[in-house]
Antibody, heavy 119, light 110 residues
C-alpha cells in the first residue's frame, strides 16, 4: 500500500524548534520530488518547501526561508522538515506529499501532523 | 491574500453542473499548468486534476479542468452530495519561485 506517515508535531513555544518526519512506503521514494504543505486551522493550503530526488535542489516559501530546512534520507525512505525560530503563525497541520508528473501536482499525501506554536 | 484567486463559495443542486474559477497572472497560470485538489471535511487533500485537464486514475470523468490565458476552471457535472468539499487550485509561480494555492472554494450541494 502506498503510504506517507508524518510524525513529530506537537506544542512548542514561540522561538522554539521542532523536527517533522515523513515515512514513505509502498513506492520508490528516491524517484520523487517531495514537498511539505501546511494548513492553518480553518484556513486554506499553503506550500512550504520542496526537495529534489537527490536533495540537490530545494525551494522554500519566503516566510520560512532561513528558519525551516527540508531534507531527505533515501536510504530510510524518509523526508524531514527542521523548523527553527517558530512563530505563532506557523501553527498548522503539516502534510508531506509526493510531487507527481508536474510541479504543483501533489499526488500522494500523508494524514498530516499538527504543529501548535503558543506560549 | 493569495496571488491566485478563487471564489470563497459556490453551490449547486444534485445533477447540476458547477464551475469553480481560479484567476492568476502571467507569472503563474499564464506560464504554468494548473492543478486542482478536493478536500473533504477532516481529510487530507486529494489531487483531482493535473496539467490543466488531466485526471489521475480513479477520478470520475464528471470532473474536468480547463485553462485560458491567466485563468483556469474546474467543472463538475452531474453534481452529487458527496462532492460537497473544499476545492483548491495550485500552480507554480515563476516570480515567487514556489507553488501558490488559491484561497479555496467551499462547494455546497443544496
Amino acid at each position: 500500500e502506498v503510504q506517507l506517515v508524518e510524525s513529530g508535531g506537537g506544542l512548542v513555544q514561540p522561538g522554539g524548534s521542532l523536527r517533522l518526519s515523513c515515512a514513505a512506503s509502498g513506492f520508490t521514494f528516491s524517484r520523487y520530488w517531495m514537498s511539505w504543505v501546511r494548513q492553518a486551522p480553518g484556513k486554506g493550503l499553503e506550500w512550504v518547501a520542496s526537495i529534489k530526488q537527490d536533495g540537490s535542489e530545494k525551494y522554500y516559501l519566503d516566510s520560512v526561508r532561513g528558519r525551516f530546512t527540508i531534507s531527505r534520507d533515501n536510504a530510510k525512505n524518509s523526508l524531514y522538515l527542521q523548523m527553527n525560530s517558530l512563530r505563532v503563525e506557523d501553527t498548522a497541520v503539516y502534510y508531506c506529499a509526493t510531487v507527481g508528473t508536474v510541479v504543483a501536482a501533489f499526488d500522494i499525501w500523508g494524514q498530516g501532523t499538527m504543529v501548535t506554536v503558543s506560549s | 491574500q493569495s496571488v491566485v484567486t478563487q471564489p470563497p463559495s459556490e453551490s449547486g443542486t444534485p445533477g447540476q453542473r458547477v464551475t469553480i474559477s481560479c484567476s492568476g497572472s502571467s507569472s503563474n497560470i499564464g506560464s504554468n499548468t494548473v492543478n486542482w485538489y478536493q478536500q473533504l471535511p477532516g481529510t487530507a487533500p486529494k489531487l483531482l486534476i493535473y496539467s490543466n485537464n488531466q485526471r489521475p486514475s480513479g477520478v470520475p470523468d464528471r470532473f474536468s479542468g480547463s485553462k485560458s490565458g491567466t485563468s483556469a476552471s474546474l467543472a463538475i457535472s452531474g453534481l452529487q452530495s458527496e462532492d460537497e468539499a473544499d476545492y483548491f487550485c495550485a500552480v507554480w509561480d515563476d516570480s515567487l519561485n514556489g507553488v501558490v494555492f488559491g484561497g479555496g472554494t467551499k462547494l455546497t450541494v443544496l
